[in-house]
Structures are given as C-alpha cells and as structure tokens.
C-alpha cells in the first residue's frame, strides 16, 4: 500500500510521510511540491531529503497537469541514479513513449506505473509493469482483464478489443470532472456508496449521470 505524502514544502512533505510510516504503509507516492514550481536541483534536493528523513521506498509521482511540474525522463534517471530508495515511478503525463525513454536510459531497475487512463494499452505494450488507474474503481474487472491480457499474456489484439470498448469511459475519467465522474460510477455500479463529492465540485446532473451510466454499461459487455 502507498501513501500519497506531497506537500508545498519539504518540510511538511517530510512530515506526511513520516506519519504514513507510522500507519504501517509499503511506500510513499510523492509528487512535487506545487504552486511554486522548483528548479531540478531543488527537486531533487526535495526527494534526497524525504528519502533521508524516512527509511521507506519512495515512487515520484509525474503529474505535471496538476503539480506544474513536468519531470522528464532524463531527471527521473537522476533521481534513480542518486537516491537508493526510489526504484519506481508513476508517469502520468499522458505520452506512453515516456516509458520506453525511462527504461532506456535506466533499463529494468525501475519499474513505471502508468498513471493515466487513455493510452494504458501503449503503455503496457512499451514495458509499462504497472497501471494506478482511476476507472479502475469503477470498472476493476475490466481494467484487470486488459492489464493481464498485455503484461500476463503479451495478447495485444485482445486487449485492443476490450480498450476499445473501455475507450469512453477512460476518457471521461481522464476530464476537468475525474473524480466527480469516478464517484458517480462507483454508485452506478451499487455494490460501494461513494456519494457526492466535497465542494466547490458538485454531482453530476441527471443527462451526465444517464450519459454515465452509458458507458458504465458498455464497459462492462467488453
């Protein structure tokens, strides 16, 4: 289990992931500090610090959507190059041709975990080992069956079949709306009560609700 542990600065993102080892968690998912982008060096000098302040294992979290900060491939071998701890990282840039980049420079030491929805199929397929997919809590056996069929079984055709027929639905979690849209297919489903998403969000009306739900279904007949 991971704990996301980011904060604005070093000392409170310390501060999180101390706390989270306390819990009992296996590692801790850190994305950058926001708001007030910081130089490579200062990011770096961010991730030596929480790695030295906490004996825990460390996966940077590339997310430049929401950070402001987009950390290339080149830096990520940095920071597996420098830091002991960080042996994975989640890419959620969007561009799946970050993962064969990754691996060429570092090769299979570091393990990538695809953080985006859209384009999991040609991130798995470049040597993506793993998927922290937001659909996935929507539709679990579905984004199951399409990771096995490419990382366990190496079936492209197959998985392209299924990834079409999830194709909508992975692109409605990936909108302005994401976890709005998560939330309300999770109660679309019935069998978790997720309910309405804290405010400013609100919940979806009642056309985007039976738009869901359209996608849900069709989801599920792949």
């Not at 060429?104 to 990538?112: Q, R, T």
């Amino acid at each position: 289990m991971l704990a996301g542990t980011a904060g604005r600065s070093t000392e409170e993102a310390v501060g999180w992931t101390k706390f989270a080892k306390e819990t009992g968690v296996d590692g801790a998912m850190v994305i950058p500090p926001y708001y007030n982008p910081p130089t490579e060096d200062e990011l770096c000098g961010y991730y030596l610090d929480i790695a030295e302040a906490v004996d825990l294992p460390i996966m940077p979290y590339n997310n430049p959507t929401t950070s402001g900060v987009d950390m290339s491939p080149e830096f990520i071998h940095r920071l597996h190059s420098t830091i002991d701890s960080i042996s994975c990282v989640k890419e959620a840039s969007g561009d799946a041709r970050r993962v064969q980049s990754m691996l060429s420079l570092i090769g299979d030491d570091l393990v990538v975990f695809w953080g985006e929805e859209t384009a999991i199929s040609a991130a798995l397929a470049l040597g993506a080992r793993g998927w922290i997919s937001g659909s996935a809590n929507i539709i679990p056996e579905k984004c199951s069956r399409l990771f096995d069929l490419l990382v366990g079984n190496g079936n492209l055709a197959g998985a392209w079949r299924i990834h079409r027929q999830l194709f909508p639905l992975l692109v409605e979690c990936e909108s302005k709306k994401w976890l709005t849209i998560i939330k309300a297919g999770i109660d679309l489903r019935g069998e978790i009560r997720a309910g309405a998403p804290r405010k400013p969000m609100l919940p979806l009306g009642t056309e985007e609700r039976e738009r869901l739900r359209s996608m849900v279904e069709r989801a599920l007949e792949a």
